[in-house]
């Protein structure tokens, strides 16, 4: 199982950006998430969508950023608004539960490589 995660850059406080983490298999039944790590700092969990779409948020994030999905494309996404400059950090996705691939199904916790979001003022 891979993911590949896209849609970091450089933005500047107060922009938006939107990553997107596409998995090799279907999703449908898996919980997702994404976690950032912040230079010098440990991993924390960003946001989380179940697989019936039950949604939870870092309290730094709540009411900027938005987590959702799209089974039919096998992807999660996290639209991130009024970024500041604290959200500065390499954003990681996971799956935790079933992936369907072509091979049948795995189960287990998968990351992603990591996207760079850069926030300047």
């Known amino acids: 199982v891979q993911l590949q995660a896209s849609g970091g850059g450089l933005v500047q406080t107060g922009e938006s950006l939107r990553l997107s983490c596409a998995a090799s298999g279907s999703i449908f039944s898996a919980n997702m998430g994404w976690y950032r790590r912040a230079p010098g700092k440990q991993r924390e969990l960003v946001a989380h969508?179940?697989?019936?779409?039950?949604?939870n948020y870092a309290d730094s994030v709540k009411g900027r950023f938005t987590i959702s999905r799209d089974n039919a494309k096998n992807t999660v996404y996290l639209q991130m608004n009024s970024l500041k400059l604290e959200d500065t950090a390499v954003y990681y996705c996971?799956?935790?539960?079933?992936?369907?691939?072509?091979?049948?199904?795995?189960?287990?916790?998968?990351w992603g490589q990591g996207t760079l979001v850069t926030v300047s003022s």
């Open positions: 996971n799956v935790v539960g079933a992936v369907v691939t072509a091979a049948g199904p795995s189960v287990g916790d998968y």
């Open positions: 969508i179940t697989s019936t779409g039950t949604t």
